[in-house]
Nanobody, 116 residues
Framework: QVQLIESGGGLVHPGGSLNLSCVVS????????MGWFRQAPGKQRELVAR????????NYSDSVRGRFTITRDVAKNTVYLQMSNLEIEYTAMYYC?????????WGQGTKVTVSS
């Protein structure tokens, strides 16, 4: 059974940083395209970062490029999202995603609040 569990969310001041983690069980992240999404109240869920199986590189939304970094540790079966220079508008639930063709797995989300 595939499970994704996010952690690392919390309260941070504007301009601050947070590191999110997604621990995957039931499968190897090496077999999946892994990504981070976010959804704020009343807004659409959006992809913020992805690390693909092949060519095993990263993609970022224009809104976070240069501020967020997605990485993975296959040995720990964990995907990370390093977030820096956070703005109030980045407040949202952040979700981990594993994707292969038409199959998606999702975590429960971790809340990030950027506030003065």
């Amino acid at each position: 059974q595939v499970q994704l569990i996010e952690s690392g969310g919390g309260l941070v001041h504007p301009g601050g940083s947070l590191n999110l983690s997604c621990v995957v069980s039931g499968t190897s992240i090496y077999s999946w395209d892994m990504g981070w999404f976010r959804q704020a109240p009343g807004k659409q869920r959006e992809l913020v970062a992805r690390i693909v199986r092949k060519p095993d590189d990263t993609n970022y939304s224009d809104s976070v490029r240069g501020r967020f970094t997605i990485t993975r540790d296959v040995a720990k079966n964990t995907v990370y999202l390093q977030m820096s220079n956070l703005e109030i508008e980045y407040t949202a639930m952040y979700y981990c995603n594993a994707k292969f063709v038409s199959t998606d797995h999702w975590g429960q989300g971790t809340k990030v609040t950027v506030s003065s």
